[in-house]
């Protein structure tokens, strides 16, 4: 326990996981002239989850023929920049936006890049309505259930965000609840984008570091499943984009029609994979119990 909450301190503060590792402030250091802004991950709650279910051999079966052969042999840096932009991709599903920006290139990931070409252009954005309960607005565990509500309302800031803006407007319309969220997430969206090609530029990025240590820290500690592990991975990037994903696909469009075929399932990106590496197969029933 004492290991976990040092470890979500150090993912807190963007430091270093491990004292063998290049502190993170050192490592950016050798990149300041790229002036950069960091996607600052939203500070996500999670909700009571008590993992008691044993792992059989049918789960590490299931686990083995679900992770590609290439997966295996990926780098983190790979694994995080196809995590992060498929995530950008699927979050812009949700948002009423018809063009959105795509990579036109990608020097530090070429190959993977050219993967994403392979499969053309996401399904187009659809006219979700996102609505709540404005009672439950300070309960937890909704906020938990629902992590858009603590997306930030500005670029710059991580406050306001739209809890507190839609507690301020109290008879605010599902229509002017719906339009606050696509607002947010579309400047989520913008900040991710932004990540995505440094990423593509450098190699790099803070929060790919913060990923890094938590690799490091996986492969001489546990990190428990439960609710104190979902905080440690909440704090980074990928995890936290999947938990706003599968929140959102609880929501349908008014008119009915076809969801597009990444919100339909369950996480779609390489969570196979990454959850193997961090030795976390929990974390699956946690973003699955999100829907119920």
Not at 9 to 19: I, N, Q, R, T, Y
Not at 36 to 47: G, H, R, Y
Not at 67 to 74: R, S
Not at 210 to 226: C, Q, R, S, V
């Amino acid at each position: 326990m004492k290991k976990q909450i040092a470890l979500y301190s150090v993912l807190s503060l963007s430091l270093v996981g491990c004292s063998n590792l290049e502190p993170i402030d050192q490592k950016m250091s050798r990149y300041k002239t790229r002036d950069i802004q960091p996607n600052q991950v939203p500070e996500l709650v999670p909700f009571q989850f008590n993992y008691t279910r044993a792992t059989t051999a049918t789960d590490k079966n299931s686990n083995t023929e679900m992770i590609e052969v290439t997966e295996k042999d990926m780098t983190n840096k790979k694994l995080y920049f196809q995590n992060l932009y498929q995530q950008y991709l699927d979050l812009n599903t949700y948002v009423s936006v018809e063009k959105f920006p795509v990579l036109e290139m990608c020097p530090q990931f070429h190959s993977a890049f050219l993967e994403f070409k392979k499969k053309g252009q996401k399904d187009a954005a659809v006219n979700f309505i996102f609505s709540y309960d404005v009672a439950k607005l300070s309960d937890t565990t909704y906020l938990a259930s629902n992590p858009e509500l603590m997306l930030p309302m500005t670029t710059e800031e991580m406050l306001p965000r739209v809890v507190d803006y839609l507690k301020s407007r109290p008879n605010i319309t599902a229509s002017e609840q719906s339009e606050t969220v696509k607002k947010a997430l579309q400047n989520h969206l913008g900040k991710t984008y932004a990540e995505v090609k440094e990423l593509c530029e450098y190699g790099v990025s803070q929060n790919y570091y913060a990923f890094e240590n938590l690799m490091t820290y996986a492969k001489t500690d546990t990190i428990a499943p439960g609710t104190d592990g979902m905080k440690i991975l909440l704090k980074t990037t990928i995890f936290s984009n999947e938990a706003i994903k599968t929140s959102l696909t609880k929501f349908t469009r008014p008119t009915g029609g076809r969801f597009p075929a990444s919100t339909t399932t369950a996480p779609s990106f390489k969570s196979n994979e990454v959850a193997k590496r961090l030795n976390v197969p929990w974390v699956r029933d946690y973003y699955q119990a999100m829907k119920n």
